[in-house]
């Protein structure tokens, strides 16, 4: 059973800036520094856990290329930590827990059912992973309020974050099932 965590694999959320004041902010790159990914060959099946505690500021983005040094350490920690404390109330909901329910072959990837359970609610998820390399890409958009996540706001909501944030989870190829 082939089994990835962040010293092989790579899972970014994506954030993205609203609000009057969305020109002094910044999209952001957050990087889930631990998590778990198990695939088990027959029948082909994948599962998934990631800790919410593990979010870390990898910078901002600026036309979708990230710039590290655009955010001072400082504001990352603040970042960090209203993401932990205050969006995904993370000391209450740790794990996040994605377990697939069916998985086909499309392309020359895979299209993945299951079920994502996120800030103590489950709902089902789909999503297509892709090939890039040697990597195979899996990449999802997820809607915050679905979950019972209310998006980060500020300055009474002049400056806030889109309810929907990307997902984007990486797995080196060579070390994945074939067909």
């Known amino acids: 059973m082939p089994h990835f965590d962040a010293s092989t694999a790579e899972c970014l959320v994506l954030t993205y800036k609203e609000g009057l004041l969305a020109a002094i902010a910044h999209d952001l790159e957050i990087r889930v520094e631990r998590f778990d990914v198990d695939i088990d060959e027959a029948p082909l099946a994948v599962r998934a856990r990631f800790d919410a505690t593990s979010l870390r500021?990898?910078?901002?983005?600026?036309?979708g290329a990230p710039h590290p040094d655009a955010i001072s350490p400082s504001?990352?920690?603040?970042?960090?930590?209203?993401?932990?404390?205050?969006?995904?109330?993370?000391?209450?909901?740790?794990?996040?827990v994605f377990v697939s329910s069916a998985v086909a072959a499309e392309g020359e990837g895979f299209r993945v059912t299951g079920d994502l359970t996120l800030h103590g609610k489950t709902r089902p998820l789909t999503l297509v992973a892709r090939p890039e390399g040697d990597r195979m890409i899996a990449s999802v958009r997820l809607h915050q309020p679905d979950f019972g996540i209310r998006p980060y706001s500020?300055?009474?909501?002049?400056?806030?974050?889109?309810?929907?944030?990307?997902?984007?989870?990486s797995l080196p190829r060579a070390s994945l099932p074939t067909r």
């Open 57 to 63: 500021v990898v910078g901002a983005l600026r036309d």
């Open 75 to 96: 504001d990352r920690h603040q970042i960090e930590r209203n993401i932990v404390d205050d969006v995904l109330h993370a000391r209450e909901h740790a794990s996040i």
């Open 154 to 169: 500020a300055m009474l909501g002049t400056l806030k974050i889109k309810p929907d944030v990307t997902v984007r989870c």
